[in-house]
């Protein structure tokens, strides 16, 4: 596989993993594994929160991942992953996302770390 081919399907990986983990359910606390946890209300995303009743912390499907900010959409993700690999600039994205240019430029320092990962999660 040459280089762009691979950047393009790891962009279409990272993407659709920012969906489906919104639309998970959640079996485990992701921060001490207990399966006793009750949900707790709803992020301003719209996904369910829980709280965990072993160690008291919140969390929801995107804890652990590299997109767990809750007030970014699933959908401005997704649109910020093909700026990127359309090497947009900052200014562009925060333009086009409604986000500040400090958000994107977190969310970029995000996005290479997954990049750089093998296991996108965590
Ligand atoms: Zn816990």
Request: hydrophobic share 30%; with cysteine; aromatic share 14%.
């Amino acid at each position: 596989m040459n280089e762009l081919s691979y950047a393009n399907k790891k962009a279409q990986v990272l993407a659709d993993l920012v969906f489906e983990k919104d639309r998970e359910e959640v079996d485990v606390c992701p921060i001490c594994g207990s399966t006793n946890f009750i949900k707790y209300g709803k992020d301003r995303n719209g996904n369910q929160r829980y709280q965990c009743r072993s160690c008291h912390k919140f969390f929801n499907t995107r804890t652990n991942t590299f997109f767990y900010w809750s007030h970014i959409t699933s959908k401005q993700w997704q649109d910020f992953i093909y700026m990127e690999k359309n090497k947009c600039s900052l200014d562009e994205e925060a333009k086009k996302l409604h986000l500040s240019r400090t958000t994107c430029f977190y969310m970029r320092h995000k996005l290479s770390e997954a990049y750089k990962k093998e296991a996108l999660v965590r």
